[in-house]
Every structure is written in structure tokens, then in C-alpha cells.
């Protein structure tokens, strides 16, 4: 989590300042020769960018489910 007040700033500047493509709120990735396929969620569905590598990526919370402690792992 950045320190921009969750204003997704951040990737964004960073992405600029290296002159790098940037993916913005990545639901899924996969990864290819070279390249990274970035679907993220916008207000009409689904978006799917193809990205050379490097890039900047930034996250979205459906990109990974968490994994809670159970009781006795937290004992």
C-alpha cells in the first residue's frame, strides 16, 4: 500500500519517470516472452493490455486471495 493516500499516484509517477509502459490495477497477469498480459477491471468489464517488459504494475485487491491464520497457527 502507497503512501500517496490511496490515490494510485505512485505506479504512475514511477512509470513515468522510467519511461516504462505501466498496468494499472491488475485483477489477473500471465506472463509471456518479453511481455505481460494485464487484465484489470473498468467501469465497462474487463480490460486487457499487453505490456513489454520492464513495466510498472500496480495491483488490485482481487489479485491474490489472502490466506487468514487459523487459531492454532496464530497459538
Do not use: H, K
Not at 21 to 26: L, N, V
Request: aromatic letters at 4%.
Amino acid at each position: 500500500q502507497a503512501i500517496d493516500d490511496d490515490c494510485n499516484q505512485t505506479g504512475q509517477i514511477l512509470a513515468a519517470m522510467l519511461d516504462w509502459p505501466q498496468g494499472t490495477f491488475a485483477s489477473q497477469l500471465e506472463l509471456e516472452a518479453g511481455a505481460v498480459r494485464v487484465q484489470r477491471e473498468v467501469d465497462g468489464g474487463l480490460e486487457t493490455l499487453r505490456l513489454r517488459l520492464p513495466a510498472v504494475l500496480t495491483a488490485d485487491l482481487r489479485l491474490n486471495q489472502p490466506r487468514y491464520a487459523t487459531l492454532p497457527n496464530i497459538m
